[in-house]
């Protein structure tokens, strides 16, 4: 340097890289410290809120599950001291219940609010009866709000006992009833110690991260600081110095080149530490999705997945390893791929989206193919130049389960039964509109009562303590019960009460279900009506009368007394409703109802069992003197009742021609009696024997009364018996025909008689006067007499093929009941020309019975059978009351003398004389006649004497069977 630079004065030199190095410094950590202390303040803000939601849900869970009994403490909290307060929860166990669904969550301790700020209910029990009333955060929850406060507390009250240095969020939510009313303010205290802690280890990796970035930063700055300050020494250098030799640059080049190396180096070792700060990031973020409650799956911007937590795994069913780089789609059904894929594409474009940051409820797609519901939040998050979208997903497919199952239970309680829910001390807490409509009681005025508010008085102790004891070993107890409504009416309701138990075994509440049974037992009382009694005079019916009457004998046995029953029919009552009408006749039997129930003790029953039958059963009759006194008291009941009967009856009648008047009727009755003791005898066996005696009564002319005589009973069963082993014999064709000759004076063969025969399998050959009267009693002589017609004029059409047999007639009897038939005539004609018989050859026997009534119609019959050839028989002439100008207009062609006439005619001349008579009317009416019942030459001879020339007889033949009558025709 020369002398003249030496003495230049220089400006001071300005220190830029010490003044940027401090100033640097100074912003790094400011903004380190901004940066970290913003974080926390904004991740404790989404803390207080997600502990807000957290709080809500467990408070609506909590107060849907128990709110019946906070509702309880709330009602009491006006007039009820805390101490008295805790002792409700107590006896409630809301300590318990509330620590057992507080388990397993954060929160440490819960309290419930009144209105009017007073504690009503405390985790911590010391709490309870504490007042609010001032404390700003309950005044805006009681207004509507949601508030929470962050605290440290240093030694804190929970639910497991006191815990120390813990970071509560404390959060006042308002409770609602149904119409959307604050009823209450619930405080849940969380423990959020854990999640502050780790807020404040991140906070300090965020100071740590953005002081290296700044430090990278600050070190970059400072070259170029340093290299301008160097720029700066050299021009002053440059001043000072005009010359400055060429080593002196080289060596100034070679520092600067030192010094950028080692910048170099600085920032290399400083990138590595980012990349591990990185992969720590990583970690953590990967310890914290698979430890997470909800499935957490993360996918990139082309929508294929990369990340998967054990959560997700479980709730679709693909390992990490199976669903990793497959596209998002393969987890959302069919249906809702398109919107998806449309969502995420807009939350990835940093677009609005209106599921960015909220939850919604879709479906998701398992791997085996089945949907199920679940809860969806999207979160987008970018690395460096690439974009990722991450969704919370959680299975809600219980909560939907619950909630159906608490929408059906609610429905269930708003049912048509009224329903009551007490506590283990019986008092209401609550009921449904169904009871209020039942009862009449409401709501207000059922709770806080027991069910004895409803008691009719009607029930002893002895049933209440059955009923409790009922349920204290059952659990259980159901049953018909009358109670009292509001307005005092009593009614009968079909009652079921359930003990509801605790954890413990210990009795919580009963729930009683009722339904009002008033029209049913009306129901039950009108069918029993229809059931047991007759309609028209309402006397107990068959059903009640055998009821009544097995009771009856059972008081026999145990007491050693008799009963009688007594069996009445109206005599002639048919007439009655055929000539009157039937509205006439029930007044009659309405009448006769009456008159009997008056002429009885209470003690006794009279039934009606349909048509003109009336039944009494006497009880409590003396047994004494062999049933003798029984028999007598029962008489002289019986006679008094038949007197009564017989009175005159004022009947209102209507006559042709004539206005509506009263008019007398008699009547009369026979009546059948049976008498019982212990001796074992059914009710059945008894109704058969009175009734046995009653016809009996009929038989003797009416108006009369008999009792039961084992032999009437004996020959009734012998006659049902044979009734049924006829009916048998007619469907099996057990019969036989058998031929009677009828002969002329000569002794030649001139026709027969068909005369039935039964042929019983134990009983061997059983004579016609045997079952004929009972075939027709039965009716069952139609049938069995067109069996023998059509037998008879077979064997006719079979004799008319032989020469020596064509000349033969054959008599057939035919019964009243046949001929009154409007197709005999068809029947008849239809079986000659089926069979092929001769009708001139067919002869059918009449008696004398048969021309009483109807003669105008028989000779009609006659008249149309006879065109045809069809011969007819007068049969036992004589021994009926056959009117003469009848038996000339009919078309006969023989008179039959009576075997009782021909019996006694060579010893009796009155019998002599009317078979002469009868003769001699045969003669003079032109027709022919012949005589049954000959049993000796003598007789023969005084019949033919007489003018009788045709016979029949044991003199001649018995009834042959068919092959021994041809034979005894052929040697005749």
Not at 10 to 29: G, M, N
Not at 568 to 582: I, M, P, S, V, Y
Not at 800 to 820: G, I
Request: proline fraction near 2%; charge should be negative.
């Amino acid at each position: 340097m020369s002398q003249e630079g030496q003495g230049v004065a220089l400006p001071r030199q300005f220190a830029l890289a010490r003044h940027f190095s401090i100033a640097s410094l100074v912003c790094t950590i400011i903004v380190a410290v901004l940066l970290g202390w913003s974080y926390q303040y904004l991740a404790l803000r989404d803390l207080k809120h997600l502990a807000e939601d957290r709080n809500l849900a467990l408070t609506h869970a909590l107060s849907n599950s128990l709110w019946p009994k906070f509702s309880g403490l709330m009602a009491a909290n006006a007039n009820t001291s805390p101490t008295a307060l805790r002792a409700m929860a107590y006896r409630d166990s809301l300590y318990t219940l509330v620590a057992r669904q507080m388990k397993d969550t954060d929160v440490v301790k819960v309290k419930i609010y009144a209105l009017d700020g007073m504690t009503v209910f405390s985790s911590d029990p010391t709490q309870t009866g504490e007042d609010k009333r001032d404390n700003s955060a309950f005044r805006a929850a009681r207004d509507g709000q949601v508030t929470s406060g962050l605290t440290h507390r240093h030694s804190f009250d929970a639910f497991e006992g006191t815990r120390n240095h813990l970071d509560i969020i404390s959060t006042y939510l308002p409770i609602r009833d149904e119409q959307k009313r604050i009823v209450a303010v619930f405080e849940i205290y969380s423990d959020v110690t854990d999640l502050t802690t780790q807020l404040g280890e991140t906070r300090s990796i965020v100071i740590a991260t953005v002081l290296g970035l700044l430090a990278l930063l600050y070190a970059l700055q400072y070259v170029f600081v340093a290299r301008a300050q160097r720029t700066i020494d050299g021009q002053q250098m440059l001043l000072k110095q005009s010359i400055q030799d060429l080593d002196r640059r080289v060596h100034e080049r070679t520092a600067s080149l030192d010094a950028t190396n080692l910048s170099l180096l600085k920032e290399i070792e400083e990138r590595k530490q980012v990349e591990q700060i990185l992969r720590e990031s990583t970690a953590r973020y990967q310890a914290v999705t698979q430890s997470a409650n909800d499935a957490i799956v993360t996918a990139d911007s082309r929508g294929n997945i990369v990340g998967w937590n054990r959560q997700a795994e479980a709730a679709f069913g693909y390992t990490e390893a199976e669903i990793i780089s497959q596209p998002l789609t393969r987890l959302i059904p069919e249906r809702h791929r398109e919107s998806h894929v449309r969502g995420i594409d807009r939350v990835l474009a940093g677009g609005e989206s209106r599921v960015s940051g909220k939850a919604f409820e879709t479906e998701g797609l398992r791997r085996d193919g089945t949907e199920f519901p679940i809860e969806l939040s999207l979160a987008k998050w970018e690395v460096g130049d690439k974009r990722y979208v991450s969704g919370t997903i959680r299975d809600i497919s219980e909560r939907i389960r619950t909630e159906q199952h608490l929408r059906v239970a609610a429905t269930t309680f708003e049912a048509q039964e009224g329903v009551t829910i007490t506590d283990a001390n019986k008092v209401i807490l609550r009921v449904n509109r169904a009871f209020t409509e039942i009862t009449g009681y409401d709501s207000d005025e059922a709770v806080g009562n027991t069910p004895h508010m409803l008691s009719s008085g009607r029930h002893d102790p002895v049933f209440y303590e059955s009923m409790w004891g009922s349920l204290a070993r059952t659990g259980s107890w159901q049953g018909e019960i009358w109670n009292r409504r509001k307005n005092g009416e009593e009614f009968p309701e079909w009652l079921s009460i359930t003990a509801v138990r605790g954890i413990g075994g210990e009795v919580t509440n009963y729930v009683g279900t009722f339904a009002d049974i008033t029209e049913r037992k009306a129901a039950e009382n009108e069918i029993a009506q229809l059931a047991f009694y007759d309609h028209l005079t309402g006397l107990p019916n068959r059903r009640l009368l055998l009821d009544r009457l097995r009771h009856a004998l059972a008081g026999c046995v145990r007491n050693s007394r008799c009963g009688a029953l007594m069996f009445f029919d109206l005599d002639n009552f048919k007439t009655l409703n055929d000539t009157l009408g039937h509205d006439v006749g029930d007044q009659l039997l309405v009448e006769v109802a009456s008159r009997l129930q008056s002429s009885i003790r209470q003690s006794d029953t009279v039934a009606r069992l349909g048509g003109d039958e009336f039944v009494v059963v006497l009880e409590d009759l003396d047994g004494g003197d062999g049933d003798q006194l029984a028999a007598m008291q029962a008489e002289a009941l019986a006679v008094k009742i038949q007197a009564m009967l017989s009175q005159p009856y004022l009947l209102d009648i209507v006559a042709s021609g004539e206005a509506r008047g009263k008019r007398s009727h008699h009547c009369s009755s026979s009546i059948g009696i049976t008498l019982f003791d212990r001796t074992p005898v059914t009710a059945e066996e008894l109704m058969k024997r009175a009734d046995t005696a009653m016809y009996q009564a009929k038989a003797l002319g009416r108006n009369t009364l008999r009792f039961f005589d084992p032999a009437m009973q004996a020959a009734v069963t012998a006659h049902a018996a044979l009734e049924n082993d006829l009916r048998k014999a007619i469907a099996e064709r057990q019969f036989l025909v058998h031929y009677q000759a009828q002969v002329d004076f000569s002794g030649q063969v001139i026709g027969a008689e068909a005369l039935v025969r039964w042929q019983h399998p134990q009983r061997g050959l059983v004579h016609p006067t045997e079952f004929i009267p009972l075939a027709e009693d039965t009716g069952l002589i139609q049938t069995l007499g067109h069996w023998v017609l059509e037998t008879a004029c077979r064997q006719l059409a079979a004799w008319a093929a032989r020469p020596e047999t064509r000349h033969l007639t054959l008599a057939v009897n035919v019964s009243a009941q046949e001929f009154r038939r409007k197709d005999f005539v068809e029947e008849v004609l239809e079986t000659i020309r089926s069979t092929g018989a001769n009708p001139q050859r067919l002869k059918l026997e009449l008696t004398e019975s048969q021309l009483v009534h109807n003669v105008q119609e028989i000779i009609d019959k006659m008249l149309l059978l006879k065109a045809v050839g069809v011969g007819f028989s007068l049969d036992d002439f004589g021994t009926g009351y056959s009117s003469l100008a009848y038996l000339k207009r009919m078309p006969l062609d023989q008179l039959k003398i009576d075997q009782s006439f021909v019996r006694d005619v060579l010893l009796d001349s009155n019998d002599a004389a009317i078979a002469r008579t009868v003769v001699a009317l045969a003669h003079s009416l032109g027709l022919g006649v012949i005589a049954e019942g000959v049993e000796s030459a003598l007789q023969r001879d005084f019949l033919a004497n007489s003018g009788c020339h045709a016979y029949q007889g044991f003199f001649f033949s018995r009834p042959l069977p068919l092959e021994e009558f041809e034979r005894f025709a052929r040697q005749a």
